[in-house]
């Protein structure tokens, strides 16, 4: 999976096309992320001794293939490719060719 914790992707498709947002979490074993502010859904909380009934927004997973990663240099979604720095693998965004990690 290209995409990690901590990039800015943007999405490219379903209910939620052209929001930008940070990865909150990676499910690498399921191809999917969770971005902040993207697939917000309703969970109802049901009350315990200790706390109040509520009805709480959180995000949701979403697939990888409907994301891409936001280049800040080109202003736009971009396709991550691999290179050698030295010794070292870095992710490098395909358009700019900026180095990502």
Do not use: F
Not at 33 to 46: A, L
Not at 81 to 101: E, F, H, L, P, Q
């Amino acid at each position: 999976m290209r995409i990690k914790k901590g990039d800015t992707v943007i999405v490219i498709t379903g209910k939620d096309k052209g929001k930008k947002g940070e990865v909150i979490k990676a499910l690498p074993k399921e191809n999917k992320v969770v971005v902040e502010g993207v697939n917000m859904q309703t969970k109802h909380q049901k009350q315990t001794r200790t706390s109040a009934s509520e009805i709480r927004h959180q995000e949701g997973p979403i697939h990888v293939s409907n994301v891409m990663l936001y280049d800040a240099k080109a202003k736009s979604a971009t396709r991550v490719g691999y290179t050698m720095d030295g010794d070292k693998k870095v992710r490098v965004a395909k358009k700019s060719g900026n180095i990502i990690d």
